[in-house]
Nanobody
Framework: VQLQASGGGLVQAGGSLRLSCAAS????????MGWFRQAPGREREFVAA????????YYADSVKGRFTISRDNAKNTMYRQMNSLKPEDTAVYFC????????????????????WGQGTLVTVSS
């Protein structure tokens, strides 16, 4: 599966953005999906994940209550609505996918995911 993230940009603190991750190549509903981010000078970290059907979602504590992950399998697209953005949310955001057949339950781990998008930059100004 090929992943294409989009929707990043510059926003003021307290503002909102919606990121999208479009998938192509395989049946989108055969994958669990995740979002990770990497801030300048820091390691990539887990942000949110969603199971293949969209029923189960998971969030890092740092974004819980502010970010919402969702997916539309008919459109082969995953979304993340980000509200109440903070300067510390500034990072390159990556979407990732893992096939149902190889998923071990570690939705928060980078090495759980087999496919990655190219990343989209989100900059939050104070």
């Amino acid at each position: 599966v090929q992943l294409q993230a989009s929707g990043g940009g510059l926003v003021q603190a307290g503002g909102s953005l919606r990121l999208s991750c479009a998938a192509s190549g395989r049946t989108f509903s055969s994958y669990h999906m995740g979002w990770f981010r990497q801030a300048p000078g820091r390691e990539r970290e887990f942000v949110a994940a969603i199971n293949w059907s969209g029923i189960s979602t998971y969030y890092a504590d740092s974004v819980k209550g502010r970010f919402t992950i969702s997916r539309d399998n008919a459109k082969n697209t995953m979304y993340r609505q980000m509200n109440s953005l903070k300067p510390e949310d500034t990072a390159v955001y990556f979407c990732a996918a893992v096939p149902l057949t190889s998923y071990s339950g570690r939705y928060y781990a980078e090495n759980e995911y087999d496919y990655w998008g190219q990343g989209t930059l989100v900059t939050v100004s104070s």
